[in-house]
């Protein structure tokens, strides 16, 4: 958002005045006006955010160094050009710029850099200083590993890219910014290797990125929701990462990497529903357990879904499916339940619900105690209070484990929606139900894309890469037989094995 | 508006995508029924009339397919303008249109009644036609990539169960209830061979679906090799059923491949009733049948009329395909109805039509 236009004045005063008006009431912009040399002296203004940048460094590379090089020199007429000797000899840092536009002074200023100001020049000299309070690199928590690197993303743009760069040392991985919010203008990093990555879907994401019209950016999620296909969709269509070293694998893959400034988690994109059920380790390890992992995904995947559907329809339309055993314990079991089966998977699906949102929001040290509580009290009291079966315990709990064993959060969270599709068709119309409820949602996914790729790929359209990508689907193949890069690389390299 | 369509080809289906969409849809709901009518005609020797039906299908998927493959990613709406002037072609589509719209309500009806008599025993049957419609028409509604992706997940869903009980099943025939072999007189053959035809009331897809390839040059090759599958799979169920059910059992049930499903049992299966649940994955292939009605009805229609979206043409056909399915005829009735269908228009878009355009395309050819 332009606040300022115009170029910077040749007069000090006049630019410190239009700065001054602007920054009425910040009282963390610091700014100072001193005098350089000893005969003559050139009047400079420096000026920055508090705590935005380095301050120690600004000290040093820029005051300190123009206080010595004044107390040595002594302007006279024999210096032609005072502001070329500055930016030359008198600051101590090879990343500064020179600025004449205001309003790009004004977006510099608020990302933490330094501007300082010449008098007698109608430009400015940007030095780059920018030093936020951060974290650190910290463990990743929501994707965590047994085997693998430990590093997650933090908040600063550019300790993200660089955690990619250091393990892609690949001149052609690019990193193009871009600011998105009108107000927030916040730093959006692209990151993409550039002859792996597909021109139409890089440059897809660039226009949607560019169409994005909104006062602030404060997350990723923000950025997901505007560059996603279809907003209808209760499955995500962007991939969410905390890992550097799961955003480096997309990318080797052709994959383009969002990283956006006070955000943790960097968005992958295009991604296929295969993706989301892959985790980063599932290539550090040997390829027998890892097939077995993944079938085991794909099963809690279905589980997720599918298992309190299917039992409705079972239990209340065909019994007879059920060995005839564990119908009559059923039977009796659910015998005190004053409610029908589909309002009691309601109620302990609530109940388990509830313990989850309260279990994000709790304190980790609570957290045990919730499990307790939750788990052992309320399930046990409620199947003594006869409000639910002991059946329907276990089915809500084993959907609900069954959630954990995705390793994306996005996805899960579209699991628990298709879920209560499936449920209520069950509930109403047996297995015909439940077939139209499994249907529904794979119509729905089979007309999804993400930048163009079927969201179903490789389990269908797999032709379109010789079924190259079906060995890294369902199960993963030995490395070694991984020859070929994912469809989403550019045709032009497909091979990443020799 | 973001393009979404940048990678794969919009509404185009590979030949793969075009052969599982043929194997899925080919059948209705007749595929239950199909080893009755092969009794009907040839006792034990009903497995033959499946064979002897698979050859002459053969030939005529080609016809069909080969015809198509004449005019390319063409509409059939355009080419039928082209060569045999708009009025006519208005008068085949209509009754191509008709013909699917119609057996798809006949099928739909069929369905209904099978679901209520085996699985939803109290259930209005008209919900259980809005289920099936209103799923079937989401599928149409989202175009023929989306509906040929469903068809690669379905396929895999219907066919691994299917595999395993099919497995279980051979295991457990009885191939003396095929003795003695050759014994039915060649006209019964034939006769039963000519009523066979209704199982198959999806080949006309074909006329509909070859726009959308993306190599409609090699379709020909691909209907035949889905031809050629599906007529083993026929084979190979008329066989397992009589086999199974004997000829005198398999002729007096009414739909004997869901006896034989429910008679089907797993060593060391989770579930009792293995029968329902292979059922529903039978549905599933239904559903597709209902789906490719109303995507090709919708299709076929919007491409005559040239108005309105393809959506809104889907829930007009799904509204139709239930009021017909709604007209109370009686079991007997609808197969009958399907008989005739089969043998009038049914024929004529197998062989009649393909010569037609053959005929004429190759005369305004040399003409020009």
């Known amino acids: 958002m332009s606040v300022v236009s115009g170029k910077v004045s040749k007069t000090l005063d006049e630019n410190i005045q239009i700065l001054d008006d602007l920054y009425t009431d910040c009282h963390d912009v610091v700014s100072r006006k001193f005098p350089v040399g000893q005969e003559r002296p050139v009047w400079v203004y420096l000026t920055y955010i508090d705590m935005m940048n380095d301050r120690f460094a600004i000290e040093i590379t820029v005051v300190a160094p123009l206080l010595r090089f004044g107390a040595r020199n002594s302007f006279k007429e024999n210096y032609k050009d005072v502001f070329d000797l500055f930016k030359d000899s008198g600051i101590d840092t090879a990343d500064f710029k020179e600025l004449d536009d205001f309003d790009e002074i004004i977006t510099m200023i608020n990302a933490g850099e330094s501007i300082l100001f010449v008098e007698g020049y109608s430009k400015a000299i940007m030095i780059a200083s920018r030093g936020f309070p951060n974290r650190g690199v910290n463990n990743a928590e929501a994707e965590v590993v047994v085997h693998g690197s430990r590093e997650a993303f933090n908040e600063v743009i550019r300790f993200n890219t660089a955690l990619i760069r250091r393990r892609i040392r690949d001149p052609n991985l690019k990193v193009k910014h871009s600011r998105v919010g009108r107000r927030s203008e916040t730093d959006v990093a692209l990151m993409y290797i550039k002859d792996l990555v597909r021109p139409e879907i890089l440059n897809e994401v660039e226009k949607r990125l560019t169409n994005i019209d909104i006062d602030g950016i404060l997350d990723s999620g923000y950025i997901e929701q505007f560059v996603e296909d279809s907003w209808l969709s209760p499955f995500p269509q962007v991939q969410m990462t905390e890992r550097p070293d799961t955003a480096a694998a997309a990318i080797l893959e052709g994959r383009v990497v969002i990283i956006v400034d006070n955000s943790p988690f960097s968005l992958i994109v295009p991604v296929t529903l295969n993706s989301f059920l892959q985790a980063a380790e599932d290539y550090y390890n040997r390829w027998h357990i890892v097939s077995i992992v993944r079938a085991i995904r794909y099963v809690a995947a279905f589980f997720a879904v599918a298992l309190p559907g299917f039992y409705l329809s079972a239990a209340v339309y065909h019994p007879s499916m059920i060995p005839l055993l564990l119908t009559l314990k059923m039977s009796v079991s659910r015998q005190p339940v004053p409610f029908p089966a589909v309002l009691e998977f309601f109620l302990m699906d609530a109940a388990f619900e509830l313990l989850r949102e309260a279990g994000i929001r709790m304190p980790r040290a609570a957290g045990g105690a919730l499990g307790v509580v939750g788990g052992l009290i309320i399930g046990q009291s409620a199947v003594q209070a006869g409000l639910v079966s002991p059946i329907v315990v276990i089915i809500v709990a084993l959907a609900g484990v069954s959630n954990f064993a995705i390793p994306n959060v996005s996805l899960i969270a579209g699991f628990r929606i298709a879920k209560y599709l499936v449920l209520l068709l069950s509930a109403a119309f047996g297995l015909l139900g439940f077939w139209a409820g499994i249907l529904i949602l794979l119509i729905h996914m089979a007309g999804l894309k993400s930048f163009g790729i079927p969201y179903l790929f490789p389990y269908t359209s797999a032709e379109l890469n010789d079924y190259s990508d079906t060995k890294d689907s369902f199960f993963r193949m030995p490395l070694f037989t991984l020859k070929k890069r994912p469809f989403y690389s550019n045709p032009n390299n497909l091979t990443r094995m020799k | ?368």
């Open chain 2, 1 to 368: 508006m973001l393009n979404n369509n940048m990678l794969s080809a919009n509404e185009r289906i590979t030949l793969r995508q075009f052969q599982i969409l043929f194997v899925l849809e080919a059948f209705g709901t007749g595929f239950v029924v199909m080893p009755r009518i092969a009794a009907e005609y040839a006792a034990q020797d009903g497995w033959l009339v499946a064979l002897l039906f698979v050859l002459p299908g053969l030939l005529f998927a080609a016809m069909v397919a080969g015809t198509a493959a004449l005019f390319g990613n063409e509409h059939f709406e355009a080419y039928t303008r082209r060569l045999l002037s708009a009025p006519v072609s208005a008068i085949v589509c209509f009754i191509l249109w008709a013909k699917i719209i119609f057996c798809a309500g006949l099928e739909l009806k069929l369905f209904g009644e099978i679901v209520r008599s085996l699985l939803l025993g109290h259930t209005p049957v008209i919900a259980i036609y809005i289920v099936v419609l209103g799923v079937a028409a989401f599928a149409a509604a989202k175009g023929i990539e989306a509906r040929a992706r469903l068809a690669e997940v379905l396929i895999v869903i219907i066919a691994i169960p299917m595999i395993i009980l099919g497995v279980v099943a051979l295991l457990n025939i009885d191939l003396t209830n095929l003795m003695p072999v050759f014994v039915t007189p060649p006209k019964n053959l034939a006769r039963g061979v000519i009523r066979l035809g209704f199982i198959f009331t999806g080949l006309e897809f074909m006329w509909l679906a070859f726009p959308y390839l993306n190599k409609p040059q090699n379709g020909r090759r691909a209907a035949v090799q889905a031809m050629a599958f599906a007529g083993v799979l026929m084979i190979l169920i008329t066989v397992v059923t009589l086999a199974k059910l004997g000829f005198y059992n398999t002729r007096n049930t009414e739909w004997p491949v869901l006896k034989l499903i429910d008679m089907l049992n797993v060593p060391g299966a989770l579930l009792a009733r293995q029968g329902a649940l292979i059922l529903s994955f039978w549905m599933l292939s239904v559903f597709a049948f209902a789906s490719a009605s109303l995507f090709y009805g919708a299709t076929l229609g919007k491409s005559k009329v040239k108005r309105g979206k393809h959506i809104w043409w889907v829930i007009a056909c799904a509204i139709i395909v239930c009021i017909v399915a709604m007209i109370p005829f009686s079991r007997v009735q609808i197969y009958w109805m399907l008989d005739r269908i089969f043998l009038t228009f049914g024929l004529g878009f197998w062989v009649g039509l393909p010569i037609i355009l053959i005929i004429v395309n190759k005369l305004r050819r040399s003409a020009k």
